[in-house]
């Protein structure tokens, strides 16, 4: 077999590939420019270059048919094609190192890209201890997500080694319509097949099942898989047939129910017999039953020959339905593959098996400039530096700076940002070369690489294609080639061939030698006591460590990206209907329309930006008007809109507050270090490929930081918007995953780097500064910093509990912002940012930018050459998902509407029994998350006062969201309206104030069917009414299951059912992905309990329920973290400080964190402690 796998190399097309044909293009070209007289010795070294002489007499003993391709030689795989490969593998082993079969097997599937991979006849036992690999570990997908499906005999457990077995693999991004409940294996359990299903659009579904018939076999009691078979059928279902024939039949019966649930079928097999003219061949292919073809024959119009390299009869094969279109088949020779039958190659038009084609991503290109590489700043500073004083970069800088005209310093500064930008560009590429990575460094490896470039050169020297021969000479001299040039093309070719071996054997074990070589320069540095190379070797080390541990741990526990580029997308038009747009064209024009052309102009709709305060104001207010509204001797009209004039009353009176530019513009050079020295360098950014490594690289350089510091400022001082910085990169991310509705799509704008460092400054720090510093923060934003997003759930949870222990009528409203930061306007934001000590200059430069905004697109189609901004009518408008100022920008708007809101007398009014300290909140916000409270405990309200006033806060809270641009979203809003029945026992009950809980009517949230119905304004002046939700009811705000009532008991849709399901689906991943202990115990510490511990201060379980409600999922875990399945339950849960297991115990976990809040807030006049207090 090893001569057949030599043979059958000639047919690879791999990218070792590229290279390989390089090297027999120009082998061959030199060949052809060789003399007459050489002729003989030219025939010699075609024959070494091919194969070598004792293998081609070996070969002769082998049929001709075996070692040719049965059709063409597979091309490479095009974006419209779905690959399959099938094999009888011979047997497979599930080591991972030191295993040569299993690296060939995995370098045919890098080679071919299949996009579905059969094989059978593995023989494993994949439920023996010695087997801890499965085919999700052998077969690791690398950057490609990964499916595997595997079947043995599992009521036999004979060995590691058993005979039979079958496995399907699936990649990339035929996933998407993989359907993990519609595939499986043979239901006997005898691994007869294993098959996967894929559903795609439009009904269209396709079933690849890979099939082993077992082989004839008399031996009673040997462990042929024929006799397992046999065994089983008599044991268990008393059946003396032939397990062929069952096999047979059981197949027939399977594929035709599949078929007639409307199904296409692809099915590969190894029959054990003649597929032409025995019985399983001519069962699929009968035109009155499954009506199937087989692909490689029919494809090339030529009946297959034997497929095993000992036989005379084509015994294995690939049948598809005929409405799956076969655009290529072939059958390779014997030895391509791994086993000793023949490989199948056929390709599927993709559109037949699932209805439409997967996107094929295109990647952002890699950058050059990274810091964490050695010396690569240092040579980017230098480049960059002498650019700078070789172009008086810092003479024209002064130049813009002393203009007087604000036209001409705009342009000054654009062209000076335009050479800047060229020449950050050309520094990069001079920073260091790139290299592929494919063999991991080590100087062995080293070695072998450098004798193969300069044999290449050698050949290349010999075509006449290289001319200076002392370089050649010098390098081939370097890597111990002596006397080069006098090498013959027989012996260059030779070493050639040998070099390239050497080269694949390092790319499969080159790990081993890179540790070995970098504990030797450990070595070398200690004992020159250099103590900061022994640090950088060190982090090496700990770094290579640490990333292949967490990639193992990661794809072992099958981690999901989340927020996937999207490609084709869906939109919905007027009637509610589905449109699919699948072309890059198309949906670049859809996300365009509903998001750029749509979500940023929906500001417009307000007050502000509407009749006479639109000319009065414009998109950023004149200094006049706004001055005037600042010192508050704006004249307001009569007809002006309520809740816009209170904003802007209310916005004159921070101003009284807060000093005016208080809040500058100023970036000098250290302040720019400060902010760049602690940026993440992997952050994408902009459209202009200026990225953040460009300026944390140019941190370490006082000129360069001179130079971008002020450039920024002297924007934001003269209100410039730079071109550059109006040129924005929108990357649509799923939100959940597999949803491809445009309206469902997360915006995230990329903006230049600069210019949103320069907004997290002056916004995200000295405007909030401002605001805490005049006392202007209040206790009902919980995204400030130094709160959290869990104290607004037990805030939530706390004011439930003081309902409960009052038993007076209270409600609360979750209102919901739509699209918060793309729906504000401009001059409304301007106004409120300048009352917050923000320079109108600086506020100008940012918001003039978003209003000449050109939106690219990136999508799984790549960037796009067109983009969408703004009309001659109507601007840009909103902050942008992505500015660095949308935070802050969102917060002070806030912060405004709260003080206008609150001062209505809206919220809820408490007092401490005792000490009758009276205290108010009015809602308890976070980002767009608005919980709107209220409850009087001042006097006795009845409930029809209560829900007056809940409706009059909604209905205040609306109409000042509209006057800033924004509105509320009526399908994420709901509200709990809470009171008390009595009974006449003294016991009491919530009152169920719905008329309707169930959720699924049609008629659910209508004014008719509720007895207490709420509504929410919208922009056009229009009503509509929220959901009303029974006290029992949990709903998920901030990230937490909470509800008036306090059930949690994990049996309805609440926190500890969250929990539940998350740990049972690590339960799942755990088992699947057969991790080591080690990887098991980091896992729950690092991956399962971040995950479910958030929230659990706001947790209202009984101890009880919180002890018991992981403890059968714990106990399935125990056996992979090496302990006894069988030990006592409350070992578990017990700390491995007790000699306990150490799995997080819910309880404990849960009082700790409620004991933490307590401590944090109590006596404190946050709104947590203001609960707490009474």
Same mark, same amino acid.
């Given at each position: 077999?090893?001569?057949?796998?030599?043979?059958?190399?000639?047919?690879?097309?791999?990218? /070792?590939?590229?290279?390989?044909?390089?090297?027999?293009?120009?082998?061959?070209?030199?060949?052809?420019?060789?003399?007459?007289?050489?002729?003989?010795?030219?025939?010699?070294?075609?024959?070494?270059?091919?194969?070598?002489?004792?293998?081609?007499?070996?070969?002769?003993?082998?049929?001709?048919?075996?070692?040719?391709? +049965?059709?063409?030689?597979? %091309?490479?795989?095009?974006?419209?094609?779905?690959?399959?490969?099938?094999?009888?593998?011979?047997?497979?082993? !599930?080591?991972?190192?030191?295993?040569?079969?299993?690296?060939?097997?995995?370098?045919?599937?890098?080679?071919?890209?299949?996009?579905?991979?059969?094989?059978?006849?593995?023989?494993?036992?994949? /439920?023996?201890?010695?087997?801890?690999?499965?085919?999700?570990?052998?077969?690791?997908? #690398?950057?490609?997500?990964?499916?595997?499906?595997?079947?043995?005999?599992? +009521?036999?457990? @004979?060995?590691?080694?058993?005979?039979?077995?079958?496995?399907?693999?699936?990649?990339?991004?035929?996933?998407?319509?993989?359907?993990?409940?519609?595939?499986?294996?043979?239901?006997?359990?005898?691994?007869? =097949?294993?098959?996967?299903?894929?559903?795609?659009?439009?009904?269209?579904?396709?079933?690849?099942v890979c099939g082993y018939n077992p082989c004839y076999n008399n031996?009673?009691?040997?462990?042929?898989?024929?006799?397992?078979?046999? &065994?089983?059928?008599?044991?268990?279902?008393?059946?003396?047939?032939?397990?062929?024939?069952?096999? /047979?039949?059981?197949?027939?019966?399977?594929?035709?129910?599949? &078929?007639?649930?409307?199904?296409?079928?692809?099915?590969?097999?190894?029959?054990?017999?003649? @597929?032409?003219?025995?019985?399983?061949?001519?069962?699929?292919?009968?035109?009155?039953?499954?009506?199937?073809?087989?692909?490689? $024959?029919?494809?090339?119009?030529?009946?297959l020959g034997a497929t095993f390299f000992r036989g005379s009869k084509p015994i294995d094969a690939v049948w598809a339905t005929k409405d799956v279109a076969v655009v290529g088949a072939c059958m390779m020779p014997v030895g391509y593959g791994i086993g000793d039958h023949r490989l199948f190659v056929v390709d599927f038009m993709l559109s037949t098996m699932v209805g439409d084609a997967p996107t094929r991503v295109v990647r952002p290109k890699a950058r050059r400039l990274n810091t964490n590489v050695e010396?690569?700043?240092?040579?980017?500073?230098?480049?960059?530096?002498?650019?700078?004083?070789? +172009?008086?970069?810092?003479?024209?800088?002064?130049?813009?700076?002393?203009?007087?005209?604000?036209?001409?310093?705009?342009?000054?500064?654009?062209?000076?940002?335009?050479?800047?930008k060229e020449l950050m560009a050309q520094a990069e590429k001079k920073c260091r070369r790139l290299k592929s990575g494919l063999i991991p460094f080590s100087p062995e490896a080293v070695v072998w690489i450098k004798r193969c470039q300069v044999y290449r050169s050698i050949l290349r020297w010999h075509s006449g294609k290289v001319r200076n021969r002392g370089n050649l000479k010098r390098a081939a001299r370097r890597c111990g080639i002596l006397n080069p040039l006098q090498i013959p093309v027989t012996g260059i070719i030779a070493r050639l061939e040998v070099c390239k071996e050497k080269c694949n054997y390092f790319r499969r074990h080159g790990h081993?030698? /890179?540790?070995? +070589?970098?504990? %030797?320069?450990?070595?070398?540095?200690?004992?020159?006591?250099?103590?900061?190379?022994?640090?950088? @070797?060190?982090?090496?080390?700990?770094?290579?460590?640490?990333?292949?541990f967490w990639r193992r741990l990661n794809f072992a526990l099958r981690k999901q990206s989340k927020g996937r580029a999207v490609g084709p997308v869906q939109s919905e038009d007027e009637r509610g209907r589905v449109i699919d747009h699948t072309s890059q064209a198309a949906a670049e024009e859809a996300i365009w329309n509903e998001v750029h052309r749509k979500r940023y102009h929906l500001a417009e709709q307000a007050p502000i930006c509407q009749g006479?305060?639109?000319?009065?104001?414009?998109?950023?207010?004149?200094?006049?008007?706004?001055?005037?509204?600042?010192?508050?001797?704006?004249?307001?009209?009569?007809?002006?809109?309520?809740?816009?004039?209170?904003?802007?009353?209310?916005?004159?009176?921070?101003?009284?507050?807060?000093?005016?530019? !208080?809040?500058?513009?100023?970036?000098?050079?250290?302040?720019?270090?400060?902010?760049?020295?602690?940026?993440?360098?992997?952050?994408s950014s902009s459209e202009s490929g200026l990225h953040f490594g460009h300026y944390k690289a140019g941190a370490e350089s006082d000129l360069i930081s001179q130079f971008h510091a002020m450039k920024l400022s002297l924007a934001l001082r003269r209100g410039v918007g730079l071109d550059r910085w109006s040129r924005g990169l929108s990357v649509m991310l799923e939100k959940k995953f597999g949803v491809r509705l445009v309206s469902k799509l997360r915006a995230i704008l990329l903006m230049e780097a600069d210019f949103n460092a320069g907004n997290k400054v002056v916004y995200g720090e000295r405007m909030l500064d401002n605001a805490r510093k005049y006392k202007l923060m209040p206790e009902e934003i919980f995204s400030e910093k130094n709160r959290m997003a869990d104290d607004g759930a037990l805030a939530k949870t706390l004011f439930y509990d003081v309902v409960r222990q009052l038993r007076v009528p209270a409600a609360i409203a979750s209102v919901d912002a739509s699209n918060c930061y793309d729906r504000v306007a401009h001059a409304m934001a301007s106004l409120i940012f300048q009352s917050f000590g923000v320079a109108d200059t600086a506020v100008t430069s940012m918001l003039e930018t978003i209003q000449e905004m050109k939106f690219f697109l990136r999508t799984a189609f790549g960037d796009s050459q067109n983009f969408a901004g703004s009309t001659i009518h109507i601007k840009t408008q909103g902050l942008?998902?992505?500015?660095?100022?949308?935070?802050?920008?969102?917060?002070?708007?806030?912060?405004?509407?709260?003080?206008?809101?609150?001062?209505?007398?809206? #919220?809820?009014?408490?007092?401490?029994? @005792?000490?009758?300290?009276?205290?108010?909140?009015?809602?308890i916000l976070f980002v767009d998350d608005t919980d709107l409270i209220h409850i009087n405990m001042e006097r006795e309200e009845q409930l029809v006062e209560t829900h007056e006033a809940i409706q009059s806060s909604v209905e205040n809270w609306s109409r000042l969201l509209i006057a800033t641009g924004g509105t509320l979203k009526p399908a994420k809003c709901f509200y709990h309206l809470i009171s008390f029945d009595w009974k006449p026992d003294g016991s009491w009950k919530y009152a169920d104030n719905s008329s309707c809980v169930d959720e699924d009517d049609e008629d659910y949230g209508s004014e008719e069917y509720q007895e207490w119905p709420l509504f929410v304004t919208l922009p056009d002046g229009s009503e509509e009414a929220i959901a009303h939700l029974e006290p029992n009811k949990s709903s998920i705000t901030l990230g937490v299951y909470t509800c008036p009532s306090g059930v949690c008991d994990g049996k309805r849709k609440d926190s500890l059912a969250y929990i539940k399901e998350k740990?049972?689906?690590?339960?799942?991943?755990?088992?699947?992905?057969?991790?080591?202990?080690?990887?098991?115990?980091?896992?729950?510490?690092?991956?399962? =309990?971040?995950?479910?511990?958030?929230?659990?201060?706001?947790?209202?379980?009984?101890?009880?329920?919180?002890?018991?409600?992981?403890?059968?999922?714990? $106990?399935?875990?125990?056996?992979?973290?090496?302990?006894?399945?069988?030990?006592?339950?409350?070992?578990?849960?017990?700390?491995?400080?007790?000699? #306990?297991?150490?799995f997080p115990h819910l309880g404990v976990e849960a009082a700790v964190a409620q004991i933490n809040k307590l401590l944090m807030h109590y006596g404190c006049q946050s709104a947590v402690g203001i609960l707490y207090n009474l």
């Open positions: 077999m090893n001569v057949l796998d030599k043979r059958a190399r000639r047919h690879r097309g791999d990218d /070792r590939g590229d290279a390989e044909m390089d090297d027999q293009a120009l082998v061959e070209e030199v060949l052809r420019e060789s003399s007459d007289g050489e002729s003989s010795e030219v025939d010699v070294i075609l024959n070494k270059f091919r194969i070598e002489q004792d293998e081609i007499r070996r070969l002769k003993q082998v049929d001709e048919y075996l070692l040719e391709v +049965h059709g063409q030689v597979p %091309n490479k795989k095009e974006d419209e094609v779905c690959r399959l490969i099938y094999e009888n593998a011979n047997s497979l082993n !599930s080591r991972i190192t030191g295993n040569d079969k299993l690296d060939k097997a995995r370098q045919m599937i890098h080679e071919l890209e299949p996009d579905i991979v059969a094989f059978n006849e593995h023989r494993l036992n994949l /439920r023996h201890k010695d087997n801890k690999n499965g085919f999700k570990q052998m077969f690791n997908g #690398g950057e490609l997500d990964l499916r595997a499906l595997a079947a043995h005999n599992i +009521h036999e457990n @004979i060995g590691r080694t058993q005979e039979g077995g079958t496995a399907l693999l699936a990649y990339g991004k035929l996933l998407e319509y993989y359907d993990a409940e519609g595939s499986g294996k043979d239901d006997t359990g005898l691994g007869r =097949w294993t098959y996967m299903r894929f559903d795609g659009k439009d009904g269209v579904a396709t079933v690849v031996k009673k009691e040997s462990n042929t898989f024929y006799q397992q078979n046999r &065994r089983y059928f008599i044991n268990n279902q008393r059946d003396t047939c032939c397990p062929r024939v069952k096999f /047979r039949t059981d197949l027939e019966k399977t594929l035709t129910r599949w &078929r007639n649930e409307g199904a296409r079928l692809i099915v590969c097999l190894d029959a054990n017999e003649d @597929i032409y003219k025995k019985g399983i061949g001519k069962m699929l292919t009968e035109s009155n039953g499954l009506d199937m073809v087989e692909a490689v $024959g029919d494809f090339t119009s030529r009946p010396g690569c700043a240092e040579r980017y500073n230098k480049v960059l530096e002498e650019s700078i004083r070789k +172009h008086r970069l810092m003479e024209k800088m002064k130049k813009a700076h002393e203009t007087k005209s604000k036209r001409k310093a705009a342009k000054l500064l654009n062209k000076l940002d335009m050479q800047s081993k030698y /890179r540790r070995k +070589h970098l504990y %030797n320069r450990l070595d070398v540095a200690r004992d020159k006591q250099d103590e900061t190379a022994e640090k950088q @070797i060190l982090a090496i080390i700990q770094r290579e460590k640490e990333r292949s006479n305060l639109r000319g009065e104001f414009g998109y950023c207010p004149p200094p006049r008007i706004a001055e005037s509204i600042l010192d508050g001797s704006y004249e307001f009209d009569d007809d002006i809109d309520p809740a816009t004039r209170e904003l802007l009353e209310e916005i004159a009176l921070i101003r009284q507050k807060i000093p005016k530019n !208080s809040a500058s513009w100023l970036i000098n050079r250290k302040k720019w270090q400060q902010v760049w020295k602690k940026k993440n360098e992997a952050t942008c998902q992505g500015n660095g100022a949308s935070p802050a920008g969102w917060c002070v708007i806030s912060i405004t509407i709260l003080r206008a809101h609150g001062k209505k007398g809206h #919220g809820a009014k408490f007092m401490a029994p @005792i000490s009758h300290i009276r205290s108010r909140l009015s809602a740990v049972k689906d690590f339960v799942g991943s755990v088992k699947t992905g057969s991790l080591r202990r080690r990887q098991l115990w980091t896992s729950v510490d690092c991956k399962l =309990w971040p995950s479910i511990n958030y929230g659990l201060c706001a947790s209202l379980a009984e101890l009880a329920t919180l002890s018991e409600v992981l403890i059968k999922e714990y $106990g399935k875990l125990c056996p992979a973290g090496g302990i006894c399945s069988k030990a006592n339950r409350e070992i578990r849960q017990l700390d491995s400080g007790f000699y #306990g297991a150490g």
